[in-house]
């Protein structure tokens, strides 16, 4: 496998991309065996897999990635995205699945329960269908871990900054999703910082307090086109 690996000053370090998903999610198609060579050609080496109200996939990567030797080079952090009766949030770190439509509290609840890292994704971008309701995103800001400020499949690229606000105002530690739904969309949006190995909450939030967030933003009906485009090819080529 290619083993991209990059240095910034003598210090070598890593993408880190915490939403994204696989054929696990009822929306995509990505096969997770194909993830563990796409991470190191990309530098990417600490996920979460955020699955639309699964949970399994990250269980199911993380023993890939054991199998093929890699767990030194790639971290797997177990997550989902939760649909909530009043949109939607991530769980990272999470131990089994969290069943949809409770409330955001009881979603929360549900996370930490579980030892887990409650991160709000989407920003506060109008357009995009699930997002949390304003008014619960207040009800529940004191249980935010992390904030997702930059998220590359917004309807305009300055509902990230406005996320972005909203975490420095609150202290709270920001990060990069992808929200990739085919693979080559895993790893467009990312924190970079020194590399290191993320097994625990405590190790994720420590390497995203020295990281920089960036990424590539693509309107999302440019990215819908992609992702079909992508998904025929991908098909195309198994024949």
């Known amino acids: 496998m290619q083993n991209n690996i990059v240095f910034r000053q003598g210090v070598q370090v890593m993408r880190v991309d915490l939403h994204l998903h696989t054929e696990v999610s009822h929306d995509c198609r990505t096969p997770l065996r194909d993830i563990p060579s796409w991470l190191l050609r990309t530098n990417t080496r600490v996920i979460a ?11 199911e990567l993380q023993a890939i990635v054991r199998d093929l030797g890699l767990d030194d080079r790639l971290s797997v952090i177990a997550g989902e995205e939760i649909t909530t009766s009043e949109g939607e949030l991530i769980g990272l770190f999470l131990q089994e699945r969290i069943p949809p439509q409770l409330s955001p509290e009881e979603t929360v609840r549900e996370i930490k329960a579980q030892g887990g890292l409650v991160l709000l994704q989407h920003g506060f971008d109008p357009l995009k269908r699930y997002r ?9 800001a004191g249980e935010v871990d ?44 990312w924190v970079e910082t020194p590399f290191r190995t993320v097994n625990t909450p405590a190790q994720l939030l420590a390497a995203l307090q020295e990281g920089v967030v960036a990424g590539r933003w693509t309107h999302p009906v ?6 079909q485009w992508r998904n ?3 098909r195309f080529r198994r024949f």
């Open 49 to 59: 897999v955020t699955d639309h109200d699964q949970h399994r996939g990250g269980l």
């Open 132 to 140: 949390l309701r304003p008014e619960a995103t207040e009800r529940i």
């Open 232 to 234: 025929f090819h991908g």
């Open 222 to 227: 440019y990215a819908f086109g992609q992702k």
């Open 146 to 189: 992390i904030v997702e400020t930059f998220n590359s499949r917004l309807s305009r690229h300055r509902w990230n900054r406005a996320a972005e606000a909203w975490a420095h105002q609150r202290g709270l530690p920001m990060c990069a999703g992808s929200d990739a739904h085919t693979l080559r969309d895993i790893g467009e949006a």
